[in-house]
């Protein structure tokens, strides 16, 4: 292997582990990450600290936990400083060439411009479900390898490519739109579904343009269609790297920012909700020279870029991150990862959770600091219970043991507070949670869909 490895990382957005064949699925969804998973280190603990999109990738790229970067929602509420540093900067600082096809810059009309900082070459677009979008990201993705591999010298590639689908609407093009069909498999009645919220629903669901509105089994075969569609376009990326002679030496990541929720929580075809369904999330790590494998350590989003660095060379920055590298798990299928992670949500409703190997804590949050209420997803007072999970008796988090298990809930949560308030101390400032409110609450949300969905239906 060359000096310096390059290093590719692909963000899939959405994409929930166990619709992937290499964790464990039923449907043939996934053939090209299911060998791209042959070569590499495969995590099955690793969860995000921060839900949906901005505040994830923005730990993913910082090392640093929401509650400390304080980017919080999605769209971000909260620009992030100049003083923290993302990986693409870094990288760039120790001599990468540095690249990316992303519109995290422009989400949300440019709250998210952080995202650029530290790319030499940065190829945005705005995401346009319902065609192939994805196959043109890849395009692009590979006309910037070909100029890194043509320029002259021998710095190595920090290419970052993000991919949309399987993110809603879900509208996958054929063949992959009816690929994964039963009629009639599905696990929920749409009636019942719509009738949680029938406004909300009707209006989501005729956002996908349907064939069939009615059967829950074909938008769960939309989600698993768009799975496939990007998976085929993972394999011609990686093909084409080969192609240029830079597969050997590098470092191929493919992760997700969140999963995806199909009744967990009563939440459907939608990321919120710390449940496993969306915290957890899709790492696998193919590093030249290191074995395959598979790690069941739980890590967390914020140990992303000190092992990227550590793997690199690459300094990391001078202040302390929340993340550590993941080198030592990496190397050692034994070693042990974190004792737990700490989880927020402030976009459709306010949320913290701490979760173990073993159990989960989610608490409510039902009030900013100035008093204003908070409402839940769909736009109704919350009640501010806290809700115990199992892990290892109970991992669809079906039930709720905070009332059987009082001493377990009193732990947890005395967990959550510590983990709350040394997360804060890096910044010394009011937790943001507190004080940004919902990046996209119920109304808006809903008055946003209706915009889109089309006429008539």
């Not at 829950?216 to 080969?242: K, N």
């Not at 989003?301 to 202040?319: K, M, R, S, V």
């Not at 992670?341 to 409510?364: A, G, I, M, Y």
């Not at 736009?379 to 501010?384: F, I, L, N, V, Y």
Request: glycine fraction near 10%; aromatic fraction near 8%; proline fraction near 10%.
């Amino acid at each position: 292997m060359r000096r310096r490895p390059h290093i590719v990382v692909v963000g899939i957005d959405t994409l929930r582990p166990d619709h992937l064949g290499c964790y464990g699925y039923r449907r043939p969804t996934s053939p090209g990450l299911d060998a791209l998973a042959a070569q590499s280190v495969v995590f099955d603990a690793f969860c995000a600290a921060g839900i949906p999109t901005t505040p994830a990738f923005t730990t993913l790229l910082t090392g640093l936990h929401p509650l400390v970067h304080q980017v919080v929602t999605h769209p971000a509420r909260h620009r992030m400083g100049p003083r923290i540093a993302s990986l693409p900067q870094l990288a760039q600082d120790a001599g990468y060439h540095t690249a990316a096809c992303d519109n995290l810059v422009v989400q949300g009309s440019g709250r998210g411009s952080w995202f650029a900082r530290g790319f030499e070459q940065y190829s945005g677009f705005v995401y346009t479900p319902f065609g192939d979008q994805s196959a043109r990201i890849t395009d692009a993705a590979l006309s910037l390898a070909a100029d890194a591999s043509d320029a002259p010298g021998d710095d190595p590639l920090l290419l970052f490519v993000h991919y949309w689908d399987p993110h809603t609407p879900y509208g996958p093009r054929p063949p992959y739109d009816t690929l994964h069909y039963e009629p009639g498999s599905g696990p929920f009645d749409l009636a019942e579904v719509r009738a949680l919220s029938p406004g909300y629903y009707d209006a989501f669901l005729a956002d996908m343009r349907l064939r069939h509105p009615d059967d829950y089994a074909y938008v769960l075969a939309q989600y698993d269609g768009e799975i496939s569609q990007v998976d085929a376009q993972v394999t011609r990326l990686v093909e084409g790297l080969t192609s240029l002679g830079l597969w050997d030496d590098t470092v191929f990541v493919v992760l997700s920012d969140h999963g995806e929720c199909f009744g967990e929580g009563d939440f459907h075809f939608d990321h919120h909700g710390l449940y496993d369904a969306v915290t957890r999330t899709v790492l696998m790590m193919r590093v030249p020279g290191l074995p395959p494998g598979r790690r069941g350590a739980l890590v967390s989003h914020e140990d992303l870029l000190p092992t990227l660095c550590d793997l690199g060379g690459i300094p990391l920055p001078a202040y302390p991150l929340t993340g550590t590298s993941l080198r030592p798990v990496l190397t050692d299928p034994a070693a042990p990862g974190r004792e737990h992670v700490l989880s927020v949500e402030s976009t459709r409703q306010v949320s913290v959770s701490v979760r173990t190997p073993d159990h989960k804590l989610v608490q409510p949050v039902t009030a900013l600091a100035d008093g204003t209420p908070l409402p839940d997803f769909y736009g109704r007072p919350r009640r501010p219970d806290p809700l115990v999970f199992d892990l290892r008796a109970d991992p669809g988090e079906t039930r709720d043991l905070s009332g059987e298990t009082p001493e377990l809930t009193e732990c947890l949560q005395a967990l959550l507070e510590h983990e709350r308030s040394r997360l804060l101390a890096y910044h010394g400032g009011p937790d943001p949670l507190l004080t940004q409110g919902l990046g996209l609450p119920f109304e808006r949300f809903l008055a946003r869909v209706l915009a889109r969905a089309p006429a008539g239906r």
